[in-house]
């Protein structure tokens, strides 16, 4: 088993393979980070070309695509019937490119998404998304499971598991941004950041049941307005709008999403759920 990349997300799965005692080979560009790997058994590889030749199971969890192509072009031009797993984010284009790349090497591919952060890797908390051929995820799923939690494979499209990633990921950064910016307008009026946790908490848990809520309304196309109405979160958003203006707090997120609100009540959408602004998006969104 050989770890390319020994970012925070590298090591945790590094450590994670040791203690399922696997034998397992490092290799990071910057020498000098696999610390108490070395002291738990792991082999710190001098170069990516012994890396690859140490294990049979490749595994590259880098900062990007480009990093991930930029190692690989080191290795060693024949794979064997070595295997490479890459856990490093990207877009579904990038997966399906970097699946192709792997293909015209004769290297049995696999991408991976990394759904839970380094705390849970080794542990009943992890989640990590696997696509590619079967039967390469038939092959290392045993080896795998030392990553702990839950895997699941979503198909032969390479890019799948990186499409939920970004899909996931969206809802990760915009809840982030919009948990900021409440914290900077409660803040402006003078509100004490836990204070005001209590009963931001109390959103977070109104989220799940929406979800699913909203999954059944886009797959059957029907958007009952019974619960809220866009008409009344395009009016609501105003609000918030006006009292970030006048902390001077910026508002280039709530705009963005106030034209796609307004852009939905001026298409007659107004009366429905706000699970409609999907298809409104799909509009917006174009050039
Ligand atoms: N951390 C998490 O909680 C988490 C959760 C889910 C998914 N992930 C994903 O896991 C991947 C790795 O994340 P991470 O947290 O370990 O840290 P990271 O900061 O995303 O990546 C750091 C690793 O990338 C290497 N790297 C950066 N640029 C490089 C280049 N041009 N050539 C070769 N190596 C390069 C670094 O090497 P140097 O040490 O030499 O800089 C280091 O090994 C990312 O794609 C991340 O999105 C992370």
Redo the contacts with the bound molecule.
């Keep these: 088993m050989t770890v390319l ?7 945790a799965l590094a450590s994670a393979f040791l203690r399922a005692r696997h034998p397992v080979t490092v290799w ?3 020498p000098g ?1 696999a610390g108490d790997l070395l002291d738990r058994g792991a082999v710190a590889a001098g170069s990516v070309r012994d890396a690859v030749q140490d294990g049979h199971v490749i595994i590259a ?4 695509y ?2 991930v192509r ?2 690989l072009e080191q290795a060693p031009a024949d794979w064997g019937n070595r295997r490479l797993i890459n ?4 877009e579904p284009a990038q997966a399906r490119r970097m699946a192709r790349w792997a293909s015209s090497r004769r290297i049995d591919y696999l991408d991976g ?6 705390s849970a890797v080794g542990t009943p908390a992890a989640a990590v998304l696997f696509s590619g051929a079967r039967h390469v995820y038939e092959a290392v799923e045993e080896t795998m499971a030392a990553v702990g939690g839950t895997a699941v494979h979503l198909g032969d499209d390479p890019g799948r598991a990186a499409a939920y990633e970004v899909a996931l990921l969206d809802i990760f950064v915009t809840s982030v941004n919009g948990i900021v910016h409440a914290f900077a307008l409660a803040s402006a009026e003078g509100i004490e950041p836990e204070r005001f946790a209590a009963f931001a908490t109390g959103i977070g848990g109104l989220l799940p049941e929406m979800i699913t809520r909203f999954a059944e309304q886009i797959r059957t196309g029907r958007y009952p307005g019974d619960r809220s109405t866009i008409a009344s979160a395009a009016s609501g958003i105003t609000h918030i709008i006006n009292a970030a203006t006048s902390h001077g707090i910026d508002t280039g997120m709530l705009t963005a999403a106030k034209s796609v609100l307004d852009h939905a009540v001026a298409e007659g959408y107004g009366p429905q759920s706000l699970a409609r602004l999907t298809t409104v998006l799909n509009k917006t969104g174009r050039p």
Excluded: E, F, Q, Y
């Design positions: 990349g020994l970012g925070p997300m590298g090591h990071n560009r910057t980070k969890c880098l900062i990007d480009d990093a930029a190692v856990l490093t984010s990207g998404a990394i759904l839970t952060p380094t």
